[in-house]
């Protein structure tokens, strides 16, 4: 059986003292491990600072919110390293053109260009 909160047990106070209700909170209410995490003291009171004024229910929020944004930047350079590894593949395999000034004004060319077709259907 799922236990199900009130968005009563969800309110923050703000240090102006009005009170936002979290009604997004109870889609993380699903059982979560517990984890211990050793941290050094700056990053104590920043965890602290956030969770007062960042808006944060609690400490577990700012850590999960960090977390989040690390397994989310991760992804990203994963994907740079797949694209990276595909242009030295290019480059190994001769699929290349080199960087002539001829090529950098087609390439600015073609920019200016598309630049003046989106300007005129605006």
Do not use: H, W
């Not at 004024?53 to 390293?81: F, P």
Request: aromatic content about 4%.
């Amino acid at each position: 059986m799922k236990r199900r909160l009130s968005p009563s047990q969800f309110r923050t106070t703000i240090p102006d003292g009005s009170v936002i209700v979290n009604y997004c909170q109870p889609r993380y209410n699903r059982r979560m491990a517990t984890m211990n995490v050793s941290l050094p003291d700056d990053l104590v009171d920043f965890v602290k600072d956030e969770t007062v004024q960042g808006g944060y229910g609690n400490q577990s929020d700012v850590v999960r919110e960090g977390l989040r944004l690390l397994r989310e930047r991760s992804q990203k350079r994963a994907v740079l390293r797949r694209l990276l590894a595909e242009g030295l593949a290019d480059v190994a395999a001769g699929r290349t053109q080199p960087m002539t000034d001829e090529f950098l004004r087609g390439v600015a060319d073609r920019a200016q260009a598309r630049a003046k077709k989106k300007a005129t259907r605006s």
